[in-house]
């Protein structure tokens, strides 16, 4: 069964940084681009990242450019998105969401039950 | 960035009737790169269709999905009491965007 389970959400100080995990299971997560996806709430879906199979590329939606980094750890089945310089419009529930790959295209075929960060002083 | 644009913002429907959503792309997507996703509250959305028309695994016929260049329509055809949740498109033509969410509520 696949499993995506985030972790390290919280409240954060503006300007702060966090480090969000998301621990995969049930696949073969080498081989899957993998994405971060997030919610204000009440709002609706946003992308933020995805990070190829191997770590090689990476992209990102441009209001997290420059502030926020997706990584991945193959040997240890995670992906991380690390986040600074955190601002109260980051505030979300981030979803950390495989992506699979049906013809060109890569929709998101499961997703985690999500993080909730909160930034606030 | 591509822009998708899902109307109605609500959808006040009763069970057992039909329900049509309509999404919009700001520029043309090749309809290999559509999707739709249903999102209930306290949870993570669920693909429903890719590829415009696809229905993802276990996905029910009742859903069926339409439409090419800019204008795509996600079709319930009569609706059951689990449906009613939050449905967005997405396109992963160029990055990826979604909607801003049909909400199809009991009426």
Redesign the interface.
């Given at each position: 069964e696949v499993q995506l389970v985030e972790s390290g959400g919280g409240l954060v100080q503006p300007g702060g940084s966090l480090r969000l995990s998301c621990a995969a299971s049930g696949f073969t997560f080498r081989t899957y681009w993998m994405?971060w996806v997030r919610q204000a709430p009440g709002k609706?879906?946003?992308?933020v990242a995805?990070i190829k199979e191997d770590g090689s590329d990476k992209?990102y939606?441009?209001s997290v450019k420059g502030r926020f980094t997706i990584s991945r750890d193959n040997a240890k089945n995670s992906l991380y998105l690390l986040m600074n310089s955190l601002r109260a419009e980051d505030t979300a529930v981030y979803?950390c969401a495989r992506e699979i790959k049906?013809?060109?295209?890569?929709?998101?075929?499961y997703?985690?039950?999500?993080t909730l960060l909160t930034v606030s002083s | 960035e591509i822009v998708m644009t899902q109307s109605p913002a609500t959808l006040s429907l009763s069970p057992g009737e039909r329900a049509t959503l309509s999404c919009r792309a700001s520029q043309s997507v090749s309809s290999n790169y559509l999707s739709w996703y249903q999102q209930k509250p306290g949870q993570a959305p669920r693909l429903l269709i890719y590829g415009a028309s696809t229905r993802a695994t276990g996905i029910p016929a009742r859903f069926s999905g339409s439409g090419s260049g800019t204008d795509f329509t996600l079709t319930i055809s009569s609706l059951q009491p689990e449906d009613f949740a939050v449905y967005y498109c997405q396109q992963d033509y160029n990055f990826r965007t979604f909607g801003q969410g049909t909400k199809v509520e009991i009426k």
């Open positions: 994405s609706g879906l946003e992308w995805n992209y939606v441009d979803y049906l013809g060109a295209a890569r929709p998101f075929d997703w985690g039950q999500g | -």
